[in-house]
């Protein structure tokens, strides 16, 4: 009697403590029987949707095969980097992502050209393909918050395009490893990591413009198409406009013009180009993979006086390019904002 009256108690307590873990973990993790999350179902399903897609596979596929192009073009260019290199300059394993023979453009200028492809091509048609095959009314007439399904998007492409950054960059890395057999130091593993979590938050800039673009247009060509002209006029025009607007700044006679006034033409210069995601993009780039950057803007003779040439150490390049990579993150932040408000506050009924 005994014996059976303590198996009752265990069996209670045991009870007890499922009913409270149930009612105490996040909702986020689903419950203790085995039954997910809505929002951790609705990331798998995106995550299986772009690992099947035919543009993430072409995507896939011209970014490894760039990569590999640059890779080679840098394995070329290794030994008279090597050469050149003075005593202090030991950071070898970075060229492999910074320098080129001339025949194709290094491994970090190609991340920023084709980053902004792959964000644009796996948000484009996130809203506004499911509306319209009415896949959208069916989901949210079941009991999921709304915002389940727009966090849901984000953090499916948001982990596709990090796993794969990661994959592409360990697999440089190796590859480095095998031909050059010089491992890379702490530093220089700490600066790759950053560079790809930089690589992450660019591509993620343009994942959540483009997102936007799918929830305020209801035909996908046009959110496609509206990702890349915003995208050419950030590269192409608005540098021209600039170039333009600091021409007519400039004085007729440079000759005779003050070293405040250029000083002054230059910070303007830069100011209006940082407003530029791939601007912001390309500096910490540039400064976090070449540790013999020192400045990002113009110095004086004054301000050169008395410096000692040689690498910066991580946290010193890290607060160079703070500036940029707070930009960076703002303007992710932001776009998911406009992104998040306009899906809360949108019709969801395909007709």
């Known amino acids: 009697m005994t014996i059976f009256i303590t198996n009752i108690l265990k069996e209670v307590n045991k009870m007890k403590r499922i009913a409270h873990t149930n009612s105490t973990l996040p909702r986020w993790f689903g419950n203790p029987y085995g039954v997910r999350h809505p929002f951790w179902v609705i990331v798998q399903k995106e995550i299986s949707d772009h690992l099947r897609s035919w543009r993430f596979i072409i995507m896939l596929t011209l970014i490894i095969l760039t990569g590999i192009g640059s890779i080679y073009t840098a394995l070329t260019g290794m030994g008279n980097a090597i050469k050149s290199a003075n005593g202090a300059d030991t950071f070898f394993f970075l060229k492999l992502f910074t320098i080129s023979d001339g025949t194709m453009p290094s491994f970090f200028v190609f991340m920023g050209f084709l980053g902004p492809l792959l964000g644009i091509s796996l948000g484009f048609d996130a809203i506004n393909s499911e509306q319209n095959r009415g896949t959208l009314s069916r989901m949210l007439a079941q009991p999921i918050h709304r915002d389940y399904v727009i966090n849901a998007k984000f953090t499916g492409a948001i982990l596709v395009i990090s796993a794969m950054f990661f994959a592409l960059a360990f697999l440089v890395m190796g590859i480095g490893l095998i031909t050059l057999g010089i491992p890379p130091n702490a530093e220089e593993f700490w600066r ?160």
């Open 192 to 351: 790759i990591i950053f560079f790809i979590i930089l690589n992450i938050f660019y591509v993620a800039f343009w994942l959540n413009l483009s997102i936007f673009f799918s929830i305020r247009f209801r035909q996908p060509a046009t959110a496609a198409l509206a990702g890349i002209a915003i995208w050419l006029f950030l590269t192409i025009f608005y540098p021209l406009i600039v170039n333009l607007i600091i021409r007519g700044l400039s004085p007729s006679n440079i000759e005779f013009a003050s070293q405040q006034r250029l000083i002054a033409l230059n910070q303007l210069h830069t100011v209006l180009m940082r407003l530029l995601p791939n601007q912001l993009f390309s500096d910490a780039t540039t400064t976090l993979l070449m540790p013999n950057i020192r400045s990002l803007g113009p110095l004086t003779q004054e301000q050169l006086y008395g410096a000692i040439p040689g690498p910066l150490p991580l946290s010193q390049s890290l607060l160079l390019v703070w500036t940029q990579l707070t930009g960076l993150v703002a303007a992710t932040i932001t776009c998911f904002v406009l992104s998040y408000v306009s899906f809360m506050k949108k019709e969801i009924r395909s007709r």
